[in-house]
């Protein structure tokens, strides 16, 4: 049977093809993506991919876990160069001939103290943490074997920006039935206001990162709607997820939890086991559903 392993024991290796299970963590050199690479490689019975835009950093990494006694292996991926990302699913499909769980961990925030221009702050921001994820999942989600898991690291600001919101563009964001395209379409708005100063005007709240959340929230929603069309695929999960206030460079280490309590989610998430009914296409924290509305 082609399935995913939940823990040590459990001897399969492999799916029916013969090929052997494989995981993927996105910007996984530091911070909650290091914890996230160090759990699966504890849990998950394949191998475990830690990738990173900086090879040197991303080799580092590894061989740090490795003193821990672990196993990680490394691929570099920078998700705002498509190449990357074209080399990553073509090694996949060429070496495992498919993919089991992807953590897609990648991205981006300016400090507070930035003195980068909103529309700047926008764009560049919008770039990395929505486009560039969901342009790592149009590549990989075509190798995704039946009882995959994804997990998109998303941010509980996701749900406080999309409160502050105008009731318009709320209706919209959080509309079941929200397209992928509209969804782009919005963000790309949102980008082309920041510019232009008038973001506020037209209803979006004045954060960068948190609109960017909003749309790998709204995302991953869409992304596990899409997959339950897929008759050939069976049991794929898509979640959204806050790792928490972690103590790490993107909130300037003023965050309580250390990383590998904010991988727990991610990590549970990934390990999900054969046909799970919940949590499937919805926002998690602290392994539990949270509210999109």
Request: charged residues 25%; proline residues 5%; hydrophobic residues 35%.
């Amino acid at each position: 049977m082609e399935g995913r392993p939940l823990c040590h024991h459990n001897k399969r290796t492999g799916t029916m093809s013969g090929n052997k299970l494989v995981a993927v963590v996105t910007g996984a050199n530091k911070g909650v993506g290091f914890g996230v690479v160090r759990g699966l490689c504890k849990q998950f019975n394949g191998d475990v991919y830690l990738t990173a835009r900086n090879e040197e950093l991303g080799l580092k990494a590894v061989e740090e876990l490795k003193k821990e006694g672990l196993s990680p292996k490394f691929h570099v991926l920078d998700l705002t160069k498509p190449d990357t990302i074209i080399k990553l699913k073509t090694f996949l499909q060429e070496t495992y001939g498919g993919l089991d769980v992807l953590v897609n961990n990648a991205g981006m925030a300016y400090k507070v103290s930035s003195k980068a221009p909103f529309g700047e702050q926008a764009e560049v921001t919008m770039q990395t943490n929505f486009t560039g994820t969901l342009d790592v999942c149009e590549a990989l989600f075509p190798l995704l074997r039946p009882h995959a898991r994804v997990a998109n690291v998303s941010s509980l600001v996701s749900i406080s920006a999309v409160k502050k919101c105008s009731e318009t563009l709320r209706k919209k964001l959080v509309n079941p039935n929200l397209s992928m395209g509209e969804l782009k379409d919005l963000m790309q708005k949102f980008v082309d206001a920041a510019k232009k100063d008038a973001h506020q005007k037209e209803g979006w709240p004045n954060t960068a990162y948190g609109v960017s959340k909003i749309g790998v929230t709204a995302m991953s929603l869409i992304q596990q709607r899409e997959l339950l069309k897929d008759s050939s695929r069976q049991d794929i999960i898509v979640n959204a997820c806050c790792p928490g206030y972690v103590n790490t460079d993107m909130s300037s280490h003023k965050g309580p939890k250390t990383i590998d309590q904010g991988a727990d989610t991610p990590v549970y998430l990934a390990m999900l086991p054969p046909n799970t009914l919940s949590p499937k296409g919805n926002y998690v924290s602290d392994r539990k559903i949270g509210k999109w509305e």
